[in-house]
């Protein structure tokens, strides 16, 4: 079954820290794969998203994500964590599904950065 | 531009009852989408489409109907409300189908309680 998860429910760092926040995925064919953002009480924003091409996508805020076909991967990552980024970050993938294509979203994964 | 909006920001439902979820977009995307996101879950896509007049199913639109008579507006309707459908709804638009890559842009979300 086509799927994405990202194991980790939260993940915590120190402000000034890096950070990573972990997805991986399972589809058929080339993934499109992408990373929202979600603060308290709003909707989704985009970040990046990673179609073809290099391997390491830069996005907005700082962040950016590595693709990795072999673990079949795509962490986000930042060097330098702010209290700012605390926020709620769902992973997505592009699904083949019967002639037409989907978005599949991961769980979600808290970021808390400590002051 | 205002992006993506939706109304009601909150709702409560008794059982049985209808309602209708509004949301429109500026920015004159032709792709449109209906998501539910239950706690702890991932996004499931309810309906989208694809441009004015024409409409498919998602995953789970058992339960609910939309219509696209406009460009901009995307409605989204509970028949018969069910405690099932207690959830936080968003509307999203993109330029191209979101399956070829395309970035989603999400309204700040509905949240329906049915009792």
């Known amino acids: 079954a086509q799927s994405v998860a990202q194991p980790e429910d939260q993940v915590n760092v120190a402000e000034g820290n890096p950070l990573t926040v972990k997805c991986t995925y399972s589809?058929?064919?080339?993934?499109?794969l992408f990373w929202y953002v979600q603060y308290p009480n709003r909707g989704l924003q985009f970040l990046l998203k990673y179609i073809t091409g290099d391997n390491l996508v830069k996005g907005s805020y700082g962040f950016e994500a590595e693709f990795n076909k072999s673990q079949t991967s795509f962490h986000l990552k930042k060097p330098s964590a702010l209290v700012s980024d605390s926020a709620l970050y769902f992973c997505?993938?592009?699904?083949?599904?019967?002639?037409?294509?989907?978005?599949?979203f991961g769980t979600g994964t808290r970021l808390k950065v400590l002051a | 531009n205002a992006g993506v909006t939706q109304t009601p920001k909150f709702r409560i439902l008794k059982i049985g009852q209808s309602m209708t979820l509004q949301c429109a977009q500026d920015?004159?995307?032709?792709?449109m989408y209906w998501y539910r996101q239950d706690p702890g879950m991932g996004l499931k896509l309810i309906y989208y489409?694809?441009?004015?007049?024409?409409?498919d199913k998602g995953e789970v639109p058992n339960g609910y109907n939309v219509s696209r008579s406009t460009t901009e507006d995307f409605p989204l309707r509970l028949e018969l409300a069910a405690p099932s459908q207690t959830s936080v709804y968003f509307c999203?638009?993109?330029?191209?189908?979101?399956?070829?890559?395309?970035?989603?842009?999400f309204g700040p979300g509905t949240r329906l309680t049915v009792l």
């Open positions: 997505a993938v592009r699904a083949a599904t019967s002639g037409t294509y989907k978005y599949i």
């Open positions: 920015m004159n995307h032709n792709y």
């Open positions: 489409s694809v441009g004015a007049g024409i409409t």
């Open positions: 589809v058929s064919g080339n993934p499109y």
């Open positions: 999203a638009s993109s330029p191209g189908l979101a399956g070829v890559g395309d970035t989603q842009y």
